[in-house]
């Protein structure tokens, strides 16, 4: 072990309390294991895959070492780590685990149980392709084949947001008005192996900033005995999911508020997605995690030459921030999702479908409320019919996107713009025809 | 060792009020169980009979605090919440002893819930898991297990021209407990409530992970009258069906011995799932099933050695 | 205890049951088809019809058997089969009653 020993040295990240502690350089799985050592959840139930396995190794040498007071619960399968954190955030522990691709299939049944039980439990996902055929690499259909499991899930662009969204997500998960687990994405190898330079908070700043976990029930305590996942028939399991669906809809300014104050502390400011030189812009990409930042870069190489481009990167994916970004996107002429995960609906990826969804909604609200007053319709883009809508389905099982890739996404906008021909809305980028 | 008296006069963690099938042997072996932890106990319950049964919502027969999770991970679910535990008190933020007791029927154990049985004997929690073993998948309508006993017709081994009910005999799921070298693992019967009560305080004593394979006749699936539960776990352990026994830091010991062990045939008799077996061309099976009870029990004797 | 017909605002997040035992107050005595009588003058105290009552059904008061809680016995008919022979102090009869619940 004494090269975890050398990285857990990396790790020790010290400053005046209040302040950053400074830059270090942490793949996205040390960054992500630093803040989990920093928040020193009291139960990490967890088992290792590709390409998360780091995630746990770091950890287990957190607990060796007695940096931690976490138990650590080997299990012996994905069902079983979180049907593990299940029983632990029941009895009333700050509890956590990890995973990715094929455990977070297994896991299925139990995330549900988990939202439907009203757990805040914290799960990165080190973001990878599902089987078949197997594939280690990056893509997102498996936070995806989650997304209605009533897990709220924030993405994250690289190993600074991914290190900042794992702390943020215990204060939301543990908000009274939401008591929803949280799923951290990151992309798998792009993200959790690359070397990053990333500020990182002082433990102090960390702990300070989650606070301790006061749960309201706990099956630990004798005086107030409770029972947990009862049969529920048809007389309360549907106010049991109104519930669910109120806590996520509560979710939404939870999140900015934590956000705001995680601010304060860290100087890193976070909304429910990041619009990137968006307010003039004729055209953009919309896109989550590591592609962003390809994205980013080649907005910044378009807009030399003149061209008003722009880029919209959600950080929550759920709860969806439908309207706000339907707003945000309103005014453009065209935009182009790239979702790196097919839903195999014929009608285009999950980010897709969310995006069209929510221009829609935009477009039908404005008309439903167009004699209803001063507010109606006073977004941007009113008045201008909604954007064109295209859909890239790119980088399945790890497939590289490059700047030549989001330029060509670009041009087909452009093109799209000048003839008012959409052309074919679902698209796949960068494979072999 | 506590009389029953005493047991009755202990507070009753599981509540009259439940809606197991009348006669179900299930809630009596909870009860025995229950009646004799003396702290303050969590239990956990994978999803079956006992759990849906005993926690229609807003209802709970529990008294102590329950969690069910899903079919296959008690054993899993009650090891985050011993982790809990562990780690809430390493912490101080917990005062006082509590005892964990994951549940789970024999589908839940046997079949769909043995490996997180396995993970949660072999890393060591202090967890007693207990089985009630009614033989079936009960709840979903008497399906077969792998603890269903050869011979019986259950509606996925229904007896037919060409079949005469199960054709395997049952999983000796205790000798797969025992191989985790647990503390304590244990078979017992609700008929001889002393001798499971006394295995029940082991397990909870034990240190350590321990198991309770407890025989709950369920009188749907194994078709007979309400009012023979008791008598027919009686009946199973004095024709050496479930032998009585215990395994203490691998010591193996018959803890029961029949004073004059009954023809299997008295215990497959009094039940309808065995009733083709008396037909005329069934009745080499009988033989069959009466030589495996007693190879059994020479195995277990050999194993355990002579009575002491 | 959760009201019947109770909204969604108001009744416990996620179906945790906060009445431990609340099935107490739920009748299954009316499941009964045969009745068990408990005839307290051939009774020895023996407790068997207790410990192998599925329903906690058989009624202890003062640390004695003090006969049979019809609110939730539902006439399975084992304590009268474990009784010892010796005492007979439980027998089932028909139960005459209204589908009802006579406590």
């Avoid at chain 2, 963690?13 to 099938?21: E, I, T, Y």
């Avoid at chain 2, 839940?108 to 043995?114: P, S, V």
């Amino acid at each position: 072990m004494a090269q975890t020993e050398t990285k857990a040295g990396r790790f020790t990240a010290r400053g005046p309390k209040g302040r950053p502690a400074g830059r270090v350089a942490l793949t996205g799985n040390e960054a992500v294991a630093l803040a989990m050592r920093q928040i020193e959840p009291d139960v990490v139930a967890a088992y290792p895959i590709t390409p998360q396995t780091d995630i746990v190794q770091y950890f287990s040498s957190f607990v060796a070492d007695g940096r931690v007071a976490t138990e650590f619960v080997t299990v012996e399968s994905e069902h079983s780590a979180m049907s593990a954190t299940v029983g632990a955030a029941a009895a009333g522990a700050r509890a956590m685990t990890a995973t990715s691709a094929n455990g977070l299939a297994l896991m299925w049944e139990v995330l549900y149980i988990a939202a439907g039980s009203r757990l805040p439990i914290v799960m990165p996902v080190v973001n990878r392709a599902l089987s078949a055929p197997i594939n280690i690499h990056c893509d997102h259909s498996d936070a995806m084949g989650a997304r209605d499991s009533a897990w709220i899930q924030l993405w994250s662009e690289d190993a600074q947001e991914a290190y900042d969204n794992v702390i943020q997500a215990v204060r939301i998960a543990e908000h009274p008005d939401v008591h929803l687990p949280v799923m951290v994405c990151l992309d798998g190898f792009i993200i959790s192996h690359a070397l990053m330079n990333l500020e990182v908070l002082p433990d102090e700043v960390v702990k300070d900033f989650v606070g301790s976990y006061r749960p309201d029930s706990s099956l630990l305590d004798p005086e107030r005995p409770i029972t947990v996942g009862p049969l529920d028939l048809y007389d309360f399991y549907f106010e049991h999911k109104r519930q669910q669906a109120e806590a996520m809809r509560a979710a939404a300014p939870v999140i900015r508020e934590v956000a705001e104050d995680y601010e304060t502390v860290s100087g890193r400011r976070y909304g429910d997605f990041d619009a990137y030189r968006l307010e003039d812009a004729h055209t953009a990409v919309v896109v989550l995690g590591s592609a962003a930042g390809t994205a980013r870069f080649v907005v910044d190489e378009l807009r030399r030459d003149g061209r008003r481009v722009g880029l919209l990167k959600p950080r929550v994916f759920r709860p969806f921030p439908g309207l706000e970004l339907a707003d945000a996107l309103a005014g453009l002429d065209a935009v182009a999702v790239l979702d790196r995960s097919d839903s195999f609906s014929t009608m285009g990826g999950p980010l897709f479908a969310e995006t069209r969804a929510a221009l829609y909604q935009r477009a039908v609200g404005r008309a439903n409320r167009k004699d209803s007053g001063p507010s109606s319709g006073s977004g941007p883009g009113n008045g201008r019919p909604l954007p064109i809508t295209v859909n890239f389905i790119y980088g399945l099982g790890g497939r590289d996107i490059d700047p030549g890739d989001m330029r060509a996404v670009f041009s087909r906008l452009a093109r799209v713009v000048e003839t008012g021909d959409t052309g074919d809305v679902v698209n796949y980028l960068g494979v072999r025809e | 060792m506590a009389s029953l008296r005493e047991m009755a006069a202990a507070p009753q963690l599981f509540a009259p009020g439940h809606r197991m099938c009348a006669g179900c042997g299930a809630p009596v072996v909870m009860r025995q169980v229950l009646s004799v932890a003396k702290k303050p106990v969590v239990v956990s319950c994978a999803t079956g009979c006992l759990e849906v049964a005993t926690t229609i919502y807003p209802y709970t027969a529990w008294r102590c605090s329950f969690i069910h999770n899903a079919f296959e991970n008690s054993a899993a679910t009650m090891s985050g919440v011993e982790a809990a535990y562990r780690s809430l008190k390493r912490q101080g933020k917990l005062k006082g002893e509590m005892l964990f007791l994951a549940v789970g029927g024999d589908g839940g154990t046997y079949d769909i819930g043995l490996q997180s049985l396995s993970g949660m004997l072999e890393r060591g929690h202090r967890v007693v898991y207990l089985c009630y073993d009614n033989g079936a998948y009960m709840n979903t309508g008497i399906q077969r297990s792998s603890a269903t006993p050869r011979g019986a017709d259950t509606t996925t081994t229904p007896a037919g021209t060409e079949s005469a009910g199960k054709r395997q005999p049952r999983k000796d799921l205790l000798a797969i407990v025992a191989a985790h070298h647990i503390p304590y693992a244990a078979q017992g019967s609700p008929s001889h409530w002393r001798d499971l009560t006394r295995k029940a305080e082991k397990a909870f004593e034990a240190g350590g992970p321990a198991f309770l394979n407890l025989l709950a006749p369920c009188p749907r699936g194994w078709r007979y009258d309400t009012a023979q539960t008791i008598e027919l776990t009686r009946l199973a352990v004095e024709t050496c069906f479930w032998p009585l026994l215990e395994i203490e830091h691998g010591r193996c010991k018959i803890t029961y011995r029949p004073k004059q062990k009954k023809p299997l045939t008295d215990f497959l008799k009094a039940q309808g799932r065995f009733k083709h077996l008396f037909k005329d061309e069934n009745k080499h099976l009988l033989e069959e099933l009466q030589n495996e009870v007693d190879d059994n029990w020479k195995d277990l004797e050999s194993r355990c050695g002579e009575p002491g | 205890m959760v009201r019947e017909g109770a909204g969604w605002r108001d009744i416990p997040r996620g179906g945790l049951i906060l009445s431990p035992g609340n099935a107490a107050r739920y009748v299954t005595g009316d499941w009964r088809t045969f009745r068990p009588t408990w005839h307290p003058e051939r009774c020895i105290q023996c407790f068997l019809c207790w410990v192998y009552c599925p329903d906690a059904a058989i009624e202890v008061k003062d640390g004695k058997v003090a006969g049979v809680d019809y609110k939730h016995c539902k006439g399975c008919g084992i304590c009268a089969t474990e009784c010892p022979d010796k005492a007979h102090a439980l027998t089932m009869e028909r139960d005459e009653g209204e589908r009802g619940v006579e406590v």
